[in-house]
């Protein structure tokens, strides 16, 4: 057996948010160097604000200004900062309950080691230079004395702003390592010379392909490789109408089951070479690879006739 592949894989996207009243009101007032929290039936008042009362799930928009100092909750000392954190040097993450507020509000502290972080230590807000309506408009939070003068104030506030904010896009994204284990890697490796390989259950005889090392029905390992396709038939598809970003395919076009010959599962592929709208569950369809891919790159039309439906039924 090869060695057991491993890469490192990031996945990443935006995701887009539209805001509710509440909302926009925080996020513009952190433009605008206001923290904004909410005041519920009983008194207390809420940062970050939400937009529902979290006791009696009334809705709730009375806004409170409250003030830009607080005091620290809690923390924990993050040594190694990664991509996209606050600061790009050691810092603390702490819960900074705000002059004003009930509750507290999570964010970075600003300072040169863990020895300089306690609970109950006074803090304020580090406003960033540049900011757009969004919590990275506080860059962090930073230790105050009281001599350092106070401008903090809690007040009522109608949230209005000129020009507010509704609505976010924010990254989401993981970073991580993969491995897909000894069978799949025996997959990729065949996938060098051009070869379908899934792996035989020794108890049901199935073929699973791509393989995963265990049957899925009888749950015994599997190590005996078969070779399966290039050729299968189309056991069900769905019609992609909507531009994928960085995938230079124009739409419309067919991604498929395809149960390739000799495999008792069904895997995914597009379908190229026809006319979406004859793409059709039976057809006989066989692997094209690209000059630089290790991976079919899509699946095309045999001459063959449309398999019949009893041979795939239990492959949808």
């Not at 894989?9 to 509710?20: A, H, K, Q, Y």
């Not at 960033?128 to 105050?144: L, M, W």
């Not at 490796?189 to 005889?205: F, H, I, M, N, Q």
Request: a negative charge.
């Amino acid at each position: 057996m090869p060695e057991v592949l491993t890469a490192p894989l990031v996945v990443e996207f935006p995701f887009t948010r539209s805001l509710g009243p509440v909302q926009s009101a925080f996020l513009t007032g952190l433009r605008e160097r206001v923290v904004l929290g909410v005041r519920t039936a009983d008194g207390r008042t809420l940062v970050p604000p939400v937009e529902y009362d979290p006791v009696t799930a009334e809705e709730i928009r009375d806004l409170v200004h409250v003030g830009s100092t607080g005091t620290v909750t809690t923390w924990a000392w993050n040594p190694a900062p990664r991509r996209g954190q606050p600061l790009d040097t050691p810092f603390a993450w702490v819960l900074v309950r705000l002059d004003g507020a009930d509750t507290a509000l999570l964010h970075a502290l600003d300072a040169p080691g863990p020895d300089a972080v306690h609970s109950g230590m006074r803090v304020r807000v580090r406003w960033a230079a540049e900011r757009s309506g969004a919590i990275t408009d506080i860059a962090c939070f930073e230790p105050y004395a009281a001599d350092d003068g106070d401008d903090s104030q809690v007040t009522v506030h109608a949230g209005e702003f000129e020009d507010p904010v509704t609505g976010i896009v924010a990254a989401a994204r993981l970073d991580y390592t993969y491995s897909p284990g000894r069978a799949q890697t025996a997959f990729i490796t065949a996938l060098t010379d051009r070869k379908l390989v899934g792996e035989r259950c020794p108890s049901c005889r199935k073929v699973y392909v791509p393989p995963r090392g265990a049957c899925p029905t009888c749950g015994l390992a599997t190590s005996e490789q078969v070779e399966v396709g290039p050729r299968g038939t189309v056991t069900t598809f769905c019609i992609v109408n909507i531009k994928a970003k960085n995938l230079d395919i124009e739409v419309p076009y067919v991604y498929a089951h395809i149960a390739l010959d000799g495999a008792d599962l069904a895997l995914h592929g597009r379908i190229g070479g026809i006319p979406y709208d004859q793409v059709r569950m039976g057809l006989r369809v066989e692997a094209v690879w690209a000059d630089d891919s290790r991976y079919p790159d899509h699946y095309r039309p045999t001459d063959e006739p449309d398999a019949d439906y009893d041979t795939y039924k239990e492959l949808l």
